[in-house]
């Protein structure tokens, strides 16, 4: 059980620490979020149009219609055609979006890079398959208790989570909660 509590206690301050990068930039949690799938979206080559955003975070059309507009009237993310078919209109992430990211979340990262370091190929393949686990168990438990439903990739419609580390493969899923705590209750 000490592993679950440490796990618990290291989403809480995941999260912790996204809540202050909202607060210090006048983003809802929610804007969090859209940039992270978005970033997600872009980092796997995969164009985001608003309803597959609005669906990726539990929004209806009119929610996604507003945080897209308060998104891009600060700057953080534009609207483009879509590089196959013109007549999509997608999501991107801005670069200056990105950069004020870089500038909040990459020392976070740069440790956790480096903590990941002293660990063989074969121990970093352990806690690669832990974490997804874990991930994919949250996000399962969220559906069958009357939770989000899924996207088409199997990713949890809502939530928050960091930004994923560099060199990481495939996309990590947003909105993995912590277990509750069963020593608690």
């Known amino acids: 059980m000490e592993i679950v509590h440490l796990l618990r206690a290291m989403a809480v301050e995941l999260g912790l620490h996204s809540a202050r990068f909202a607060q210090r ?13 978005l970033m997600d979206a872009a980092r796997a080559g995969e164009e985001m149009t608003a309803g597959r955003l609005g669906a990726e975070l539990g929004l209806n059309s009119a929610g996604t219609t507003a945080l897209i507009d308060r998104l891009e009237r600060a700057g953080h993310v534009r609207r ?29 990262i740069g440790r956790t890079v480096e903590l990941l370091r002293g660990y063989d190929d074969r121990e970093r393949a352990a806690i690669r398959g832990f974490l997804t686990g874990v991930r994919d168990a949250a996000a399962q438990d969220g559906c069958t208790a009357g939770g989000p439903r899924p996207d088409a990739t199997g990713r949890p419609h809502s939530g928050a989570a960091p930004p994923p580390h560099p060199g990481t493969t495939g996309r990590p899923r947003s909105g993995a909660t912590p277990p509750p705590d069963p020593a608690a209750e």
């Open 25 to 37: 930039h006048g983003m809802h949690p929610t804007d969090v979020r859209a940039l992270i799938a």
């Open 80 to 108: 483009t055609r879509g590089r196959e078919d013109r007549r999509r209109v997608v999501v991107e992430v801005d670069e200056r979006a990105v950069e004020l990211g870089q500038a909040f979340f990459g020392p976070l």
